[in-house]
């Protein structure tokens, strides 16, 4: 790839501000995507490019790389729902390319727009179906149910083909997820005991101690089974229990996800639903909503491999700490109860935030002249040994598209799949707990479902 332009559509947003711009400025400053880049940033608001980047500058949490983003960035005013603006847009972006040119279009807009927009993209020809130097990446909400999303997938087939297609989910941009894979498929010890006969339960937990911000319009529409285990959860536990794929190309990994996804079942009462306290009082909240911030699920893979192992899935807002982890817990050795051991039992964690890296528990003598057994832990910090800093998910994913590497984006059969089972959790969803101590749900999940949540 010699040169990239990089569109993004609704350019004004937190999205763009958070998350779009630092990546792209700082893969460009490293050197990852062509010296000839140009990043156009459309918008309604009234700016040219310079007020643009003092404007996004402001809304940012954290400051800008003005001086790099001055170099790549133009903005253009343009009304995205208005077919006739393309035809300028199309002006602009052909005085740029050559048929050497990569392409992206990023839709950081709601999904409401994403009709008009793909309908305008393909008519102005700014995207051609199945030249596979154009593509289009957006990301969630697909939708707001099995329905929509469906609507939504069917429409974008329409004006391009699957291959030009990147549907972003941040977490598997995150290191440590992409490290699932070389966990468990590149080390003998790991591989050999992936299997039900050894795996006592596996732990998926996202804790977050934040609240909804201003999100209240799309949360209370949404939920923690939208907003978070429809996407990043189902993903998590795909991979984990997912069969060895024939390689680690991507339609062979997400083929073998699909199978794991499809297999996932409940039993009833497998949930506990939560709203922590002060969610009806939040902006745009319904004053009676029962939209739950935290959920707790039981669930099993009946695959053979992993038929009768519960995992655990738990994630929610205004929690004790942010933890993102997954922990695979091991079955006691029969000495352990044979000999009176204690029954401390293997944990390995893959720990993605806010530590990226992975701990080993195993059970060691205590040092000197006692014979006592004690739990204790390996570690290793992925971040204490990256050369630089670690690079930001999105940083990962953005570089991925422009290199046309799919595995780390999500094809509509595994969305399609979430769905219907959240779909399948709704319908036995019951009113949220009220909370606003985390120790409370930790007793609660352990009454109701004999389980230790750390
Ligand atoms: C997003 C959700 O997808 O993930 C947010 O919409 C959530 O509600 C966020 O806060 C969590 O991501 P991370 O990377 O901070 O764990």
């Given at each position: 790839m010699k040169k990239l332009i990089f569109t993004i559509f609704g350019s004004t947003g937190d999205l763009t501000s958070r998350k779009l711009l630092p990546a792209l400025s700082k893969l460009y400053k490293d050197n990852k995507i062509p010296k000839e880049t140009k990043i156009i940033c459309l918008g309604r608001k009234d700016l040219n490019t310079k007020s643009y980047l003092t404007y996004m500058n402001d809304e940012s949490s954290a400051p800008l790389d003005l001086k790099t983003l001055e170099q790549i960035v133009e903005y253009h005013k343009i009304q995205i729902t208005d077919k006739n603006d393309y035809n300028e847009l199309k002006k602009i972006i052909s005085k740029e390319t050559d048929n050497q040119t990569k392409q992206l279009y990023y839709l950081a807009i709601g999904p409401e727009l994403f009709f008009d927009v793909a309908q305008n993209i393909n008519h102005s020809g700014l995207i051609e179906k199945a030249n596979e130097n154009q593509l289009i990446i957006f990301e969630k909400p697909f939708g707001h149910d099995l329905k929509s999303a469906k609507k939504i997938n069917q429409m974008l087939w329409e004006f391009f083909d699957e291959k030009?297609?990147?549907?972003?989910?941040?977490?598997?941009?995150?290191?440590?997820?992409?490290?699932?894979?070389?966990?468990?498929?590149?080390?003998?010890?790991?591989?050999?005991?992936?299997?039900?006969?050894?795996?006592?339960?596996?732990?998926?937990i996202v804790k977050e101690t934040d609240g909804i911000f201003n999100?209240?319009?799309?949360?209370?529409?949404?939920?923690?089974?939208?907003?978070?285990?429809?996407?990043?959860?189902?993903?998590?536990?795909?991979?984990?229990?997912?069969?060895?794929?024939?390689?680690?190309?991507?339609?062979?990994?997400?083929?073998?996800?699909?199978?794991?996804?499809?297999?996932?079942?409940?039993?009833?009462?497998?949930?506990?639903?939560?709203?922590?306290?002060?969610?009806?009082?939040?902006?745009?909240?319904?004053?009676?909503?029962?939209?739950?911030?935290?959920?707790?699920?039981?669930?099993?893979?009946?695959?053979?491999?992993?038929?009768?192992?519960?995992?655990?899935?738990?994630?929610?807002?205004?929690?004790?700490?942010?933890?993102?982890?997954?922990?695979?817990?091991?079955?006691?050795?029969?000495?352990?109860?044979?000999?009176?051991?204690?029954?401390?039992?293997?944990?390995?964690?893959?720990?993605?935030?806010?530590?990226?890296?992975?701990?080993?528990?195993?059970?060691?003598?205590?040092?000197?002249?006692?014979?006592?057994?004690?739990?204790?832990?390996?570690?290793?910090?992925?971040?204490?040994?990256?050369?630089?800093?670690?690079?930001?998910?999105?940083e990962k994913l953005l570089l991925e598209a422009t290199e046309s590497h799919k595995t780390l984006f999500t094809r509509w059969d595994e969305i399609e799949l979430s769905w219907k089972l959240i779909e399948h959790i709704k319908e036995k969803q019951t009113d949220p707990i009220i909370y606003n101590d985390y120790k409370a749900l930790q007793v609660l999940i352990k009454e109701k479902m004999d389980v230790k949540m750390p």
């Open positions: 030009q297609i990147y549907r972003i989910d941040h977490y598997l941009g995150k290191e440590m997820i992409q490290n699932i894979m070389m966990v468990r498929f590149a080390n003998r010890i790991f591989e050999e005991v992936w299997y039900n006969r050894t795996i006592k339960n596996v732990k998926i999100r209240g319009g799309y949360y209370d529409q949404s939920g923690a089974l939208k907003d978070m285990v429809q996407s990043h959860l189902i993903q998590m536990l795909s991979m984990v229990s997912m069969e060895v794929p024939l390689s680690y190309h991507s339609e062979d990994v997400k083929n073998e996800k699909v199978k794991a996804i499809e297999n996932v079942s409940f039993d009833s009462n497998s949930f506990i639903f939560g709203q922590y306290e002060g969610y009806l009082n939040e902006d745009k909240v319904n004053k009676d909503s029962k939209t739950e911030t935290f959920v707790f699920i039981k669930a099993f893979v009946n695959t053979p491999r992993f038929k009768g192992v519960p995992f655990y899935l738990m994630t929610g807002k205004k929690l004790d700490q942010k933890e993102s982890v997954i922990i695979v817990e091991f079955e006691e050795t029969s000495e352990q109860r044979k000999w009176n051991l204690p029954l401390s039992t293997n944990k390995l964690y893959i720990k993605i935030a806010p530590d990226d890296g992975v701990g080993l528990k195993f059970n060691s003598k205590v040092p000197g002249l006692t014979g006592d057994v004690q739990e204790v832990e390996l570690e290793y910090c992925a971040a204490c040994n990256a050369v630089g800093n670690l690079s930001e998910a999105y």
